[in-house]
């Protein structure tokens, strides 16, 4: 049965220097590294926009209302969540770089504006630059920090998803694996969560209503922003007892997304399975190349580790889904064996209604380019680049050790 994690450390034999992020906005910036720049002549302006304290959507919506166009018809080359703040490039169609300097929002600042021939889509990006602040950091941190970033700038990042990828509960991996497994009434029992998982008593006094039996009562008082516990709820107070049904009414866009989490969490598995060795293929890998992407079959893994001890290439792990490729020997058993364990099988990924997961292969390390770090009294400040879709967090735990 799928279950929660503890993901352990690359660099588990340093100590950390403790201390804490996000305590202001300002304390974690993020700046896209686009694929490419605007030509200057074109149908589609793109923006620069600098976003704080909310998520991309919201930004999103928020524009879309101003210059009155729909949220669909709004290009994005990645999502950022609601913490800190973002710098990011959306595009719209037949909107002036004129007009769109002049925007003004509450949260959205738009910083620059120029033309470009295509709709800017999810993907189109190289990573994301990173300036963290970690305060309340332990009197040694001049000592541990850099031995952690110079062992991390040699050996890479663990590319865990983590927890922010696994909803504010913690739950939605165990919602997804749910729904793959056609457990109903698990889905539900997941989706409500437990008491003791969220701070606000009112939130918290509705899951508990809702599993002691008062479904009435649990409607009434989930907060207005359960939109899905409160529909899911409400078709199980008019048709008891029919789980698939009530769980029909969650938006397809959130069943997406708690699949996504189950498909992260199985794959955060396999980071842990060989956090001592992310950096040594395996005959049967399928090794990355960092340079585009491209996986091929590790037939000799001592003739290959040469090139992944240059970061040239790096084993991969599961997205697991219908259609992914599958390693071989060793490396498939290891793979097999986190999928037995969660009650899954790949034909379960392939499921209808536009919710297949035909699945994938991620790199279980990723290289950190711009590592530079500085300090003042209790406060680390570092910076760095990643690879589009690796987490910052995967890299400020090693220095902390406080999650």
């Not at 490419?36 to 909310?54: A, D, F, M, N, Q």
């Not at 479904?215 to 107070?237: G, I, N, T, W, Y």
């Not at 189950?262 to 399975?273: C, E, H, I, M």
């Not at 770090?373 to 680390?380: C, L």
Request: hydrophobic share 40%; glycine share 8%; net charge neutral.
């Amino acid at each position: 049965m799928i279950a929660r994690q503890i993901h352990p450390y690359l660099t588990a034999e340093m100590p950390g220097c403790g201390g804490t992020i996000k305590e202001f906005p300002d304390d974690f910036l993020v700046t896209e590294i686009p694929s490419y720049t605007p030509c200057g002549s074109g149908e589609h302006c793109y923006l620069i926009i600098e976003k704080r304290g909310i998520s991309t959507l919201e930004a999103i919506s928020r524009i879309a209302k101003l210059v009155k166009v729909p949220e669909l018809d709004i290009g994005y080359a990645g999502m950022k969540d609601a913490v800190g703040v973002t710098r990011q490039t959306i595009s719209i169609q037949w909107l002036s770089p004129e007009k769109g300097l002049a925007m003004e929002l509450d949260g959205v600042k738009v910083v620059a504006a120029e033309r470009h021939s295509n709709k800017l889509k999810v993907g189109h990006l190289k990573g994301n630059h990173f300036r963290i602040v970690i305060r309340g950091v332990s009197s040694d941190a001049a000592r541990t920090v850099p031995a952690i970033l110079e062992y991390i700038r040699t050996h890479g990042v663990p590319n865990y998803f983590g927890y922010q990828r696994y909803g504010a509960q913690g739950n939605s991996h165990l919602v997804g694996a749910a729904m793959l497994r056609k457990e109903w009434r698990e889905c539900v029992d997941r989706l409500i969560g437990e008491p003791d998982s969220v701070r606000y008593q009112e939130w918290s006094a509705a899951m508990s209503a809702y599993h002691r039996g008062d479904l009435q009562k649990a409607v009434q008082m989930f907060p207005r922003h359960c939109r899905s516990e409160r529909d899911v709820l409400q078709r199980l107070v008019s048709r008891p007892g029919e789980y698939e049904k009530a769980f029909s009414a969650v938006h397809p866009r959130l069943k997406k997304l708690y699949l996504s989490a189950a498909q992260s969490f199985l794959f955060d598995q396999a980071v842990a399975r060989r956090i001592g060795s992310l950096g040594n293929v395996m005959s049967g890998d399928l090794a990355c190349k960092h340079v585009n992407g491209a996986c091929f079959l590790v037939e000799d893994a001592l003739a290959e580790q040469g090139r992944a001890e240059t970061f040239e290439i790096s084993p991969t792990g599961p997205m697991f889904g219908s259609k992914m490729k599958r390693p071989e020997g060793a490396v498939w058993e290891i793979e097999h064996e986190i999928l037995e364990r969660s009650g899954l099988d790949l034909h379960l990924f392939d499921l209808p209604g536009g919710l297949r997961l035909e699945g994938e292969r991620r790199p279980l390390r990723v290289p950190v380019g711009d590592l530079s770090w500085s300090s003042f009294e209790d406060i680390v400040t570092v910076e760095f680049s990643l690879p589009k879709g690796s987490y910052a967090t995967s890299l400020v735990r090693e220095i902390t050790r406080t999650f």
